[in-house]
């Protein structure tokens, strides 16, 4: 009698987990905006305190953790970038589980700061698929068995690839805006070409859904996202010179509005009918765009634009009314999301190319000197606190069971003791 007394409250404690972990199972999280839904987040820690658990993780590599239940999956390149892997760990510990060649590269150019393996992974809680600098493709089971592999495209950038993939329904998007690997250079990265185009492969085989050409365009390492307002949904895609909307289902261009600017990396963020982008290089420009319109927008669609505090490399978060930032340089700001206005901004310090997001009422910045500054999300500059793990950090955090993934140069950090599953 007594076990069957423990075992209902135990069952309601499982449930009450289970209606409140949140995954993250792609860039930037469910939505993938930087937006989480957790309470208790941590926002105190070292290297040495608040910390679940610390993973070396082997070869390099820039892409974001991911978290999906109990398993954490992060890619790397080994072997100076040949060996392409993807790598489960168990969320609870640490604790590799296994660690895969997915696929081998001839690695080509990409900028310094960039990596192999820098798109971040996504899965749909049955796959995992992952992406790798030469432009190869890849599905996974949960017990790292690869699926299928798509290598029919062979990607060359000035910049390398650090785009991420995401989901819409059974298919799999991978915006391919590269540049010419000719003898000209400049074609593509520097000089508008129309060779770049977005990729829908079926999620179960692998195989070409659609392909949707852009264009003029550059090159760009722009996470779409899916815009669902009144009833319809569309592929919002930015590249170099292009903010462009498609349908997600058949690849078909909708709209597109002219945006200066290559090398453009922050992802696409969606909120009460705007689309806020960048503009990357050349002519750096926060722009919000109106949703919907047919055939080019430019001059009827673009809600507002502002030239200060422009990133070129972290995303926005949304928290409606407001839009917060952070510079390349460390300079965060607030923004009103409906007209651009500047609410404040203050030097945060660092130099920054992780994506913040926003979790429990805060926004967490992360520098690439592995310093983390929390802010309340708010119109007036409220720090809450600095944390340091003392690592080179350019990947975007993870949240999940009242957790934070960081990852560095060199390891994988779990932050906060989090909530553990009943039986675990």
């Given amino acids: 009698m007594r076990v ?26 469910p939505t993938g905006q930087g937006v989480s839904t957790e309470r208790g987040v941590p926002t105190e820690w070292s290297n040495t305190s608040n910390i679940a658990w610390k993973t070396a993780i082997p070869g390099e590599g820039w892409s974001s953790p991911i978290v999906f239940d109990d398993r954490v999956f992060v890619t790397t390149a080994m072997d100076n970038g040949v060996s392409c892997r993807l790598i489960c760990l168990k969320r609870h510990t640490g604790e590799i589980l296994w660690n895969r060649e997915v696929v081998q590269q001839a690695p080509l150019r990409k900028e310094k700061r960039n990596s192999y393996a820098t798109p971040t992974p996504v899965t749909d809680g049955q796959r995992v698929y992952v992406v790798f600098g030469d432009g190869s493709v890849a599905a996974l089971s949960l017990k790292g068995e690869v699926l299928w592999t798509y290598r029919d495209f062979k990607f060359y950038s000035q910049h390398g690839l650090g785009v991420s993939p995401i989901l819409f329904r059974d298919l799999l998007i991978v915006p ?4 010419s690997d000719g003898e000209d250079k400049k074609v593509g990265w520097q000089k508008p070409w129309d060779q770049s185009f977005i990729l829908a492969l079926d999620q179960d085989s692998g195989k070409v859904h659609w392909k949707a050409r852009r264009g003029l365009s550059r090159i760009a390492h722009v ?35 002219q945006s200066q600017g290559e090398g453009v990396v922050p992802s696409i ?14 002519k750096p420009t926060i722009r919000a765009v109106r949703a919907g319109g047919k055939g080019e927008v430019t001059q009827t669609h673009i809600a507002w634009e502002q030239t ?19 510079t390349d340089g460390g300079v965060a ?21 992780a994506s ?10 992360l520098s690439m000197e592995g310093e983390s500054v929390i802010i309340e999300a708010k119109p007036e500059f409220r720090l809450v606190a600095r944390n ?35 039986g675990d």
Avoid at 272 to 282: K, M, Q, R, V, Y
Avoid at 311 to 320: A, M
Wanted: with cysteine; charged share 20%; net charge neutral.
């Fill in 4 to 29: 069957r007394a423990l075992v209902f409250p135990l069952l309601l404690l499982k449930m009450a987990f289970e209606l409140t972990a949140e995954n993250w199972p792609g860039f930037r999280g």
């Fill in 176 to 179: 391919f805006d590269w540049s």
């Fill in 223 to 257: 996470t779409p996202n899916i815009l669902r307002e009144n009833g319809r949904e569309e592929l919002v895609s930015g590249a170099g010179d292009v903010i462009q909307g498609f349908d997600p289902k058949t690849g078909e261009k909708l709209w597109w509005v």
């Fill in 269 to 282: 963020v969606i909120g009460d009918g705007l689309i806020f982008t960048a503009s990357g290089f050349e």
């Fill in 308 to 326: 200060r505090n422009v990133p070129s490399v972290p995303s926005f978060v949304y928290v409606k009314p407001y839009l917060f930032i952070v």
């Fill in 333 to 353: 700001a607030c923004l009103k999301a409906g007209t651009g206005e500047i609410v404040w901004q203050e030097r945060i310090g660092g130099t920054h190319a």
């Fill in 356 to 365: 913040p997001i926003y979790a429990d009422g805060k926004i967490y910045f």
């Fill in 388 to 422: 340091s793990i003392g690592e080179y950090c350019q990947a975007s955090y993870a949240v999940s069971q009242g957790q934070l993934f960081i990852r560095s140069d060199k390891n994988l950090y779990c932050i906060g003791q989090g909530r553990h599953r009943v």
